[in-house]
């Protein structure tokens, strides 16, 4: 290879090429080495017209020791270009910007309807003197079924009812399941919430869904009266719907309270006199309550001669439809964004 083309050629001129870029101070000194190297008459230009003296075999090497020489010195200078830039502040020709223009306001979002309530639900809550508690939402069949008191031919148990992952493990049907934890755990007198997400398989349609929110409540203590979980449901309810708001219980069954009730609210939206809201009935249903069943305490290790205790669920989602007259759950799922920018 002739020596003008050599690797320590090469080499000897990109040391030198990098100690007079790095010493470039303005845009028109790099500019000059620019040329120097990468003009038209540089360099590296000289370097590629002298490849045809090359005996053949020779040039496919030099031809890419030139190349590599050529694409290291644009960087390099490239580099340092956006560098002096940076520090004098300037911009591309048409590319300047007046900073006193008031910058353009990103939008922001907004807290989901069923996040609010959920927000507003556990305030509630914990003015009420209840402590926040949380479980799996992938359960097993003991914490849903059996410590709720649901014996294994029961219909809520039924594959067509739940999704069941594996043979024993299921994603959570309710929030009792929480209790069932909770008790476990802690010694009475107990007193917690839980809010959450669960999950059955219904037929989705404009007033059901596969998955919803429940709150579920829980008071385990001496002394403990059907009187207390009306108390707290009704101040509950004057809390999230407003004080002018009735309560009614009526009698209903579940297998882990006993006695069980279902829960009404008097329509918030008419006063209870009657509209499309509440079906015309001047009633809304939010959940189910009760009185703890023995057996549910006996199973945790609770003894029912000693306390007795309430629990309720109630459904968020249902009270999020209610409030802000929403005639189809599946607006609440859908991220639609004209629904959501609503709210």
């Not at 979002?109 to 809550?125: N, Q």
């Not at 014996?151 to 043979?167: E, G, L, Q």
């Not at 869904?209 to 709150?215: A, G, K, N, S, W």
Request: charged share 25%; aromatic share 8%.
């Amino acid at each position: 290879m002739s020596q003008i083309i050599s690797e320590e050629i090469i080499a000897q001129i990109e040391r030198t090429a990098e100690a007079e870029v790095s010493g470039a101070t303005t845009p028109d000194q790099l500019e000059s080495i620019r040329i120097k190297y990468l003009g038209r008459k540089g360099q590296v230009a000289q370097i590629m017209d002298s490849l045809g003296a090359l005996p053949a075999e020779d040039r496919p090497r030099a031809g890419r020791l030139a190349n590599e020489l050529k694409k290291r010195l644009t960087e390099m200078i490239d580099q340092r270009s956006a560098l002096l830039s940076a520090a004098s502040g300037a911009f591309p020709a048409g590319k300047a910007i007046d900073v006193t223009v008031p910058g353009k306001r990103l939008p922001l979002g907004t807290i989901h309807p069923i996040s609010a309530a959920i927000e507003e639900v556990c305030a509630c809550m914990r003015q009420l003197g209840f402590d926040y508690a949380e479980g799996p939402e992938v359960e097993d069949e003991f914490h849903n079924f059996d410590g709720l008191n649901i014996p294994p031919n029961h219909p809520a148990r039924d594959i067509s009812s739940n999704f069941y992952v594996t043979d024993t493990m299921l994603l959570r049907s309710q929030t009792s399941t929480v209790q069932i934890r909770y008790m476990e755990k802690h010694k009475a007198p107990i007193r917690i919430f839980a809010p959450g997400k669960v999950f059955r398989p219904d037929t989705v349609d404009a007033s059901h869904y596969h998955t919803f929110h429940q709150v579920e409540g829980l008071w385990v203590d001496e002394g403990i009266s059907f009187s207390h979980l009306k108390t707290v449901l009704f101040l509950f309810g004057r809390l999230i719907l407003g004080e002018d708001v009735k309560l009614r219980l009526r009698p209903s069954f579940f297998p882990f309270t006993e006695p069980s009730a279902e829960i009404d609210f008097s329509c918030f939206i008419c006063g209870g006199r009657g509209c499309p809201t509440c079906s015309r009935k001047g009633w809304i249903e939010m959940g189910g309550c009760g009185m703890v069943h023995p057996k549910v305490l006996e199973g945790v290790n609770i003894d029912s001669e000693k306390y007795t205790g309430f629990a309720f669920g109630i459904g968020i989602d249902r009270l999020v439809m209610a409030r802000y007259g929403i005639d189809d759950v599946r607006l609440l799922f859908g991220n639609d964004l004209r629904f959501l920018r609503q709210f």
